[in-house]
């Protein structure tokens, strides 16, 4: 037997450790909220000494930024998938698909939703590991919003005045991505991404509760409404 085999074997066996203390952290998140994860709590359930869950995440810190990375892949996966299976020219039907991919995961995984789009963990500051997965939705609107700007789609709302510096940082947002968008539409398209969020905030968090009863058909209808205000 090569010296690989037991090394594989032994990979094999963390990540599925891995795998059951996460899923475990994601039931006591639901149950207990972010600020009431533990990870003694975590070990007691999987029958570890508490010490032999520290090789695997030293802090309370690192569980819940692999809990938030899984989350952020998660809800971009969606997003990705539901977007890829649009015509790349029906730049609207795009937008819907992102719209309600994010929609969908969210009403399915809520407490995982909360964990990144809700408030803040007291005393947890999210490292740099976190930034790749949260750009994944990010990016997605970008490139529509670059196909957009490349088709010279009209914007539904008069151009809003912009500051040189607040030009300045919306540039270089776009830059980053390698992308060509107007300050204009990048203002609007922020505008329409705090709408989509706030639509879907509002509705697990039961803001919408004893205001209407079809959350399906008001999300239907701003998401229309917010893709012809980016140009659609």
Do not use: C
């Not at 066996?13 to 003694?40: F, K, N, P």
């Not at 030293?58 to 971009?76: C, F, H, K, M």
């Not at 997605?140 to 008069?158: I, Q």
Request: proline share 5%.
């Amino acid at each position: 037997m090569s010296d690989s085999a037991p090394k594989r074997a032994r990979d094999i066996a963390r990540a599925a450790l891995i795998r059951e203390i996460t899923g475990t952290a994601r039931r006591h998140l639901a149950e207990e909220g972010a600020t009431g994860l533990s990870l003694r709590a975590v070990s007691r359930e999987l029958g570890m000494v508490s010490s032999a869950i520290y090789r695997y995440f030293p802090s309370r810190d690192a569980l819940l930024t692999q809990l938030i990375v899984e989350a952020y892949d998660a809800v971009g996966s969606a997003a990705e998938q539901a977007e890829a299976e649009i015509d790349r020219t029906d730049l609207g039907g795009r937008f819907a698909a992102i719209a309600h991919g994010i929609r969908d995961w969210a009403r399915t995984n809520p407490h995982e939703y909360a964990l990144i789009y809700g408030s803040p963990v007291p005393g947890y500051a999210a490292p740099e590991d976190t930034i790749a997965p949260a750009s994944r939705v990010t990016l997605l609107l970008l490139r529509l919003l670059a196909d957009l700007e490349a088709a010279d789609a009209p914007l539904a709302e008069p151009a809003p005045a912009l500051s040189s510096a607040l030009e300045a940082q919306l540039a270089a947002l776009v830059a980053d991505a390698g992308l060509t968008v107007s300050p204009a539409r990048m203002a609007t398209g922020i505008g329409v991404w705090t709408e989509l969020y706030g639509m879907i905030s509002f509705e697990l968090f039961g803001q919408f509760q004893n205001v209407f009863d079809n959350a399906d058909e008001i999300f239907a209808a701003r998401v229309e409404a917010m893709a012809a205000r980016m140009g659609v």
